[in-house]
């Protein structure tokens, strides 16, 4: 096929004056290296780690847009707090989306780069949210035959996330999970990867709905934070499971440290000998997410083998090796239609991502929805 010699890229901008602006930019076609490949982007989702990067600490209820087609501009005010916050991107042109896929339509030189040209393959590096993405050929995720760009879209952060919680749970000698937003894309996959796997997961939700969509997908332990009941039923669950180790996607308020509680608490049923230090065990929550910006509150009255931290894919897969991502990644593209299938509420051009109204639609972070950018569309 003939490539075209420019393409359009989404970039995110604060300015010095408070306001942050996405836009369209044209770029050149780049040139390959010997090892890289060129693919082009058919379908790239928007995450919630995405939106971090896209929007920062803007104030997103007074966002608007300008202009039409590639010229289309979203420009949000930013205030002192969030300039703040953000004082480190001022005057940078950050390109975003973490991950996607689509068709290699170009090659460098080399073997495995070559070997690459007309699949379709999936990618996580950021910049994904462009008609063209350069990217390593090792990089690459090839699809197995009969799965689209949109199926592999999102085959990199949720699926690899759910995975490597698990994989966390062995490595630190855990033997059950808490999850937090349980009823989102990458809980209903953790969800999934438990009950084949036979580790008992007690997932965490907000509302009764949410609860009945994982009680009908097979789920066993299922909490609703908005029960009066809540504090009594965790400890039930933590008890049931011997879970002490947990992923909050929340991060503020006194989650973390109700599920703490609700540890020691489901400790202190086992008959053993007293102490003022509490139980012996090691209980873990791990900040994975943002949902809610307040502070993140700890009571301390779990005793003290415990521990709150941040966790982050990239890092734990850093750690833990390449064998263990390899391995990782192989059953992802295994189970890319069951286990690690997505479902999206909408499809969007790249034009349509910086229109305010679509805007205020995905950046409600709505439990259950989740929208794909289309770039070719």
């Not at 408070?18 to 058919?42: A, C, H, N």
């Not at 609703?224 to 008890?239: K, P, R």
């Not at 090691?282 to 993140?296: A, E, I, N």
């Amino acid at each position: 096929m003939t490539l075209p010699s420019t393409y359009l890229q989404m970039i995110s901008t604060v300015s010095a004056e408070g306001e942050l602006t996405m836009e369209l930019v044209e770029k050149p076609i780049p040139e390959l290296g010997e090892d890289d490949v060129l693919i082009r982007v058919e379908a790239t989702p928007i995450n919630p780690s995405d939106q971090g990067v896209m929007f920062g600490w803007a104030s997103m209820a007074k966002a608007t847009s300008s202009g039409e087609g590639k010229a289309t501009k979203l420009s949000v005010p930013v205030s002192p707090q969030g300039m703040g916050v953000m004082k480190a991107r001022i005057g940078q042109a950050l390109t975003v989306g973490n991950e996607g896929a689509g068709t290699v339509v170009a090659a460098g030189a080399g073997d495995y780069a070559q070997s690459l040209m007309g699949k379709v393959v999936a990618v996580m590096g950021g910049g994904m949210y462009a008609e063209y993405r350069k990217a390593p050929a090792m990089m690459c995720l090839v699809l197995k035959d009969g799965h689209t760009a949109r199926d592999g879209a999102s085959c990199f952060v949720n699926p690899l996330t759910a995975l490597s919680m698990v994989e966390t749970m062995r490595l630190e000698g855990h033997s059950a999970l808490v999850h937090t937003a349980a009823a989102s894309n990458l809980g209903q996959m953790l969800n999934r990867i438990c009950r084949a796997d036979g580790v008992e997961l007690v997932n965490v939700v907000r509302k009764p709905e949410q609860a009945e969509l994982l009680r009908g997908m097979g789920a066993k332990h299922i909490v609703d934070s908005s029960s009066e009941s809540f504090m009594a039923d965790l400890t039930d669950a933590v008890h049931a499971t011997g879970a002490t180790l947990a992923f909050d996607a929340t991060g503020g308020g006194q989650l973390a440290s109700n599920i703490l509680t609700a540890m020691e608490g489901a400790a202190a049923r086992t008959p053993g000998a007293y102490s003022i230090y509490g139980s012996v065990h090691h209980k873990q929550v791990y900040l994975y997410g943002g949902l809610d910006t307040s502070p993140t509150v700890l009571s301390r009255g779990y005793g003290m083998a415990w521990g709150v931290g941040g966790w982050l894919l990239p890092n734990f897969l850093a750690k833990a090796g390449t064998e263990v991502a390899m391995r990782l990644r192989a059953r992802v593209a295994d189970e890319l239609k069951t286990t690690f299938a997505s479902h999206y509420t909408d499809e969007l051009s790249l034009e349509e991502a910086l229109q305010a109204d679509v805007v205020s639609r995905y950046y409600a972070k709505a439990t259950g929805e989740k929208f794909l950018i289309c770039p070719q569309k």
